[in-house]
């Protein structure tokens, strides 16, 4: 488990949103506490999120971005190309690293060891250390509630902040319609 972050992905017809909060911690310190961890990629068309370290994050989406250029912004090509590529590299597939990519169609969980994971729901995913709590408040949330779907991302977010030491309430959320 990475205790880095919390970003939560919310996909639905016609509409994707990601969220994530700010806090960097380094060992058992708040070294800061409004970072991004949340980008769009192929101009607007994807989001993004990551858990793991800055440096790594820098990495690992610059070469996201230069393989969705190449598949010319096709998500599955690419998330399918990106994997190999990450597992391939001895350096890169030893990352504590993982991201969530999604646009209005597609929503996938990524890491180093080759993972490509779809949501069995097809529409909420969450990593990092406040992860399982932010996507358990998201399924209840849109389950029982009548939320729209950014304010999903948020509210659970906050719940997540609520209770993992790793995660803020310093939350940036990137929305496409």
């Not at 969705?68 to 597939?93: A, H, I, P, Q």
């Amino acid at each position: 488990m990475f205790h880095a972050t919390t970003i939560l992905a919310y996909r639905g017809d016609g509409y994707a949103v990601i969220g994530g909060d700010g806090q960097v911690t380094l060992g058992n310190c708040v070294f800061k506490g409004n970072a991004t961890k949340i980008r769009t990629l192929c101009g607007g068309k994807i989001l993004s999120g990551f858990a793991g370290s800055t440096a790594d994050a820098f990495t690992l989406f610059e070469m996201f971005e230069r393989i969705l250029e190449n598949k010319k912004g096709d998500l599955l090509k690419s998330v399918m190309e990106f994997s190999k590529e990450w597992r391939k590299d001895k350096y890169l597939r030893r990352l504590e690293a993982m991201m969530i990519v999604l646009n209005k169609e597609h929503i996938y969980i990524l890491s180093g060891t080759g993972d490509v994971i779809e949501p069995e729901d097809g529409k909420i995913a969450a990593i990092g250390s406040g992860g399982n709590y932010a996507l358990s408040a998201a399924r209840a949330l849109d389950r029982f509630g009548k939320l729209e779907s950014k304010e999903i991302v948020l509210e659970s977010l906050k719940i997540a902040g609520e209770l993992c030491i790793y995660t803020n309430n310093n939350i940036k959320i990137l929305e496409l319609k």
